[in-house]
Nanobody, 126 residues
Framework: QVQLVESGGGSVQAGGSLRLSCAAS????????MAWFRQGPGKEREGVAS????????KYADSVKGRFTISRDNAKNTLYLQMNSLKPEDTAIYYC???????????????????WGQGTQVTVSS
């Protein structure tokens, strides 16, 4: 079965950086759209970034453009999120998500992603 396991979360001061990883197993990783979502305290879950199966296309939420970079290594079945210039408002649980539909990366919407990891906490202090 599909398994997604996030790691790399933690606590950091504003302006700092973190790199999240998501190890995928149980499916043909290279054919799936992948994405990162987050849910802050008292907030709805929101899309952060998504990437096409072949990594040729990406999409970002306006709030993270220029600061976050999504990437994937299809040989290692791993998804990454490099987060720079972190702000307190980036504090959230970050989730990795997968969709078997190769075009669903475009929507960056939780309704289009079928499989989810358990999440990893990111806390940014001012």
């Amino acid at each position: 079965q599909v398994q997604l396991v996030e790691s790399g979360g933690g606590s950091v001061q504003a302006g700092g950086s973190l790199r999240l990883s998501c190890a995928a197993s149980g499916y043909t990783y290279s054919t799936y759209s992948m994405a990162w979502f987050r849910q802050g305290p008292g907030k709805e879950r929101e899309g952060v970034a998504s990437i096409s199966p072949g990594a040729r296309s990406t999409k970002y939420a306006d709030s993270v453009k220029g600061r976050f970079t999504i990437s994937r290594d299809n040989a290692k079945n791993t998804l990454y999120l490099q987060m720079n210039s972190l702000k307190p408002e980036d504090t959230a649980i970050y989730y990795c998500a997968a969709s078997p539909v190769s075009s669903n990366w475009y929507y960056l919407n939780s309704q289009f992603f079928n499989y989810w990891g358990q999440g990893t906490q990111v806390t940014v202090s001012s």
